[in-house]
């Protein structure tokens, strides 16, 4: 198999790019990614270069895309704008990237008639009310509430009309929140495992009740790789890790963890429009693919997920005073 990996320097996608180099010793990878903010060369470091081919360029760009996906198998697209907080102050790049560059690699899978897994979220579907006994399921109507999340439902419903209207042969997957090594410092645990390894106190949006359902980004890459290899043609999946927490305990948990009292950190301003709960059923990925997750202990995957930043200052200083600068605007 070749496959091309669209945004595979960023978070989720690198993670999945050295999933699939272990998992598939006999695959090659070519990682497409413009290196915007979120890209990062660093992410893919290590990666014998003749099993994985790094291409920077842009997926709106049509002849790079079409020259691309002419010569590979498949192509597994997470190349995305993908923070709610800078879609609501700058909307435009996530029309670009999110809308039309989808678009661009339609039409180019379309032409040489390949395989595609387009990767999306759960923010599609809104969100839920704390104590609403019903979680997220295919089913589920879209209502996406940000620029981003209406950005990414508008990517997967061209998907969808790209696979009914001119039988392209794509899956989709909607995943919950990830949490791992390579994540931005603009999201919310590195940020305030950051903000404390800089001696600053975690910034809590609202009253920190929103609930997010966390999984780890081996559990994501994991679901992905399945989907590709078993998925049916045009079906959707929800991936999720049954990870509900509340952000004000993960904000404790990761306080205690780092040493520091479990009510050292403040209050801020609340996100507009900011989604109160997403949850997930994963049941059908899990009894129609058989996929299972493996690291359900949050706690222990949190802890990993501290010492790696703690272990990688090099790598999250560049990119933390910006970030911070961005937030203090
Ligand atoms: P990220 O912001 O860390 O990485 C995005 C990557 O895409 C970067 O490497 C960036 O350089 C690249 N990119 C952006 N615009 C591009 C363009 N026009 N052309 C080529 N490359 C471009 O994002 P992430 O958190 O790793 O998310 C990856 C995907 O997973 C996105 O599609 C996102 O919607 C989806 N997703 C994320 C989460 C999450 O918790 N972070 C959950 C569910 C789904
Ligand atoms: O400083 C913060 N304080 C805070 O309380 C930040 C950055 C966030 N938050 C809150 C907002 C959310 O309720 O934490 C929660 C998580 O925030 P983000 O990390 O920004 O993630 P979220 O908005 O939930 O979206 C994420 O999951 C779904 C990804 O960024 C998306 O790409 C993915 O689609």
């Known amino acids: 198999m070749k496959i091309i990996v669209t945004g595979g320097a960023g978070f989720i996608g690198s993670n999945f790019v050295h999933y699939v180099y272990r998992e598939r010793p006999d695959w090659h990878i070519t990682v497409l990614d413009a290196l915007t903010y979120a890209g990062n060369r660093a992410n893919l470091e290590g990666l014998d270069p003749s099993r994985v081919t790094f291409i920077e360029g842009n997926i709106t760009d049509a002849e790079l895309v079409d020259k691309l996906v002419a010569e590979h198998d498949a192509v597994v697209h997470y190349a995305a704008e993908s923070h709610n907080d800078n879609s609501l102050k700058n909307p435009r790049p996530f029309l670009d990237t999110n809308i039309i560059g989808t678009y661009t690699i339609l039409e180019a899978v379309r032409k040489h008639g390949k395989r595609l897994h387009h990767i999306s ?116 999946y929800l991936i999720g890790a049954d990870g509900e927490k509340d952000n004000k305990s993960v904000v404790e ?68 005073a910006e970030t911070e600068a961005k937030y203090a605007k």
């Open 121 to 236: 979220t759960d923010e599609v579907y809104g969100d839920l009310e704390l104590d609403d006994p019903n979680r997220f399921t295919e089913n589920t109507p879209y209502n996406p509430s940000s620029p981003y999340s209406s950005t990414k439902a508008g990517s997967d419903l061209l998907v969808r009309a790209w696979v009914r209207s001119f039988g392209v042969q794509a899956t989709i997957s909607n995943c919950s929140n990830n949490y791992g090594p390579y994540q931005h410092v603009e999201k919310f645990i590195p940020r305030q495992v950051t903000e404390i390894l800089e001696g600053r106190r975690p910034k809590l949006y609202g009253t920190g009740e929103n609930v997010r359902d966390w999984i780890h980004t081996e559990d994501h890459s994991s679901a992905v790789l399945t989907i590709l290899e078993k998925g049916a043609i045009g079906e959707t």
């Open 253 to 320: 948990l990761i306080l205690t963890e780092m040493g520091k009292g479990a009510d050292e950190y403040d209050h801020v301003n609340d996100r507009p429009g900011h989604d109160m709960r997403y949850a997930i059923d994963s049941t059908k990925l899990r009894t129609e693919l058989g996929w299972m997750p493996k690291f359900t202990d949050f706690e222990a995957g949190l802890k990993s997920t501290i010492d790696w930043y703690t272990a990688n200052e090099s790598w999250w200083k560049p990119q933390k």
